[in-house]
């Protein structure tokens, strides 16, 4: 398609989290932008990914056969769509990478006729080189397609390999929402600032960089969270009565039980 360098990864589905991949892949120079193809229907995600010296198609066509490393980031609902478009264009030597969510193995079997299959649960700090990525590898995936995979998760933040789908839903409840619980937290946190007399700029302020320094501080000393949390919480203290407060309002098990909720929820989109 482009004559000199060949197509390592393709990517059906220019979006959001296909564009930080992308972007990923191109900032840790993991490979050329122009080794990079992006397929999507939609004219400004094609313009966005051209930008950035990718080639860049309206549909799937043959060149996605010559990619190394083919990822599926389309919207989950459109994943039947996309395997009738994709299904003839594999060959049997690629390994085709899944970031849908609730798409499970059996289902891209089936629709794709391939088993060369990694499913991955990403999330959105992908976008600025922070994410967690948890990925599954069918047992078929052999060494070099799953360094291939390695390296495109691992420039866009961290991969964890898991040994059974069944841990992909259960990562997609911590990690793959988490970002999510995260904000909502902070959202609260923000308001009771402003309340207590802090503009909502010095609110964000205050609350971005507490959680930044906090898990920093967690990475860095590589203690156990409760240990952490028993350091900044002396006893008859500040922290102490915020705390016994979250703790008779049951703030910790209404934190589990939603994770619950979304791990059960997982599993039924995957059904």
């Given amino acids: 398609m482009n004559?000199?360098?060949?197509?390592?990864?393709?990517?059906?589905?220019?979006?959001?989290?296909?564009?930080?991949?992308?972007?990923?892949?191109?900032?840790?120079?993991?490979?050329?932008?122009?080794?990079?193809?992006?397929v999507d229907p939609d004219a400004g995600c094609r313009e966005k990914n051209e930008k950035m010296g990718c080639l860049v198609a309206e549909f799937a066509g043959e060149a996605i056969g010559e990619a190394s490393v083919v990822v599926l980031a389309v919207k989950p609902q459109n994943a039947q769509e996309m395997f009738g478009q994709a299904a003839?264009?594999?060959?049997?030597?690629?390994?085709?990478?899944?970031?849908?969510?609730?798409?499970?193995i059996a289902?891209?079997?089936?629709?794709?006729?391939?088993?060369?299959?990694v499913r991955v649960m990403p999330n959105t700090p992908a976008q600025v080189g922070m994410g967690m990525n948890v990925y599954y590898a069918v047992p078929s995936v052999n060494a070099d397609q799953l360094r291939a995979v390695e390296a495109?998760?691992?420039?866009?933040?961290?991969?964890?390999?898991?040994?059974?789908?069944?841990?992909?839903?259960?990562?997609?409840?911590?990690?793959?929402?988490?970002?999510?619980?995260v904000f909502y937290v902070a959202e609260h946190w923000m308001k009771k600032a402003e309340a207590l007399g802090f503009s909502a700029q010095e609110?964000?302020?205050?609350?971005?960089?507490?959680?930044?320094?906090?898990?920093?501080?967690?990475?860095?000393?590589?203690l156990p969270v409760s240990v952490l949390r028993e350091q900044v919480t002396s006893k008859g203290g500040t922290t102490?009565?915020?705390?016994?407060?979250?703790?008779?309002?049951?703030?910790?098990?209404?934190?589990?039980?939603?994770?619950?909720?979304?791990?059960?929820?997982?599993k039924e989109l995957g059904s």
């Fill in 88 to 104: 003839g264009l594999l060959k049997s030597g690629q390994v085709v990478v899944s970031i849908m969510a609730g798409v499970t």
């Fill in 152 to 181: 495109l998760l691992n420039a866009s933040g961290e991969a964890l390999a898991v040994f059974s789908e069944d841990a992909i839903d259960a990562a997609t409840a911590i990690s793959g929402s988490g970002p999510a619980y």
């Fill in 203 to 222: 609110a964000q302020r205050l609350v971005q960089q507490t959680l930044l320094g906090a898990t920093t501080l967690w990475k860095a000393q590589d």
């Fill in 240 to 266: 102490a009565a915020a705390l016994e407060s979250f703790e008779s309002n049951g703030l910790g098990a209404h934190i589990q039980e939603g994770i619950e909720r979304a791990y059960r929820r997982a």
């Fill in 107 to 117: 289902a891209m079997t089936e629709g794709l006729r391939h088993n060369a299959l």
């Fill in 3 to 38: 004559g000199t360098v060949s197509i390592e990864y393709a990517f059906i589905g220019g979006g959001n989290m296909g564009q930080a991949l992308a972007a990923a892949l191109i900032g840790r120079d993991v490979c050329r932008p122009e080794a990079i193809l992006v």
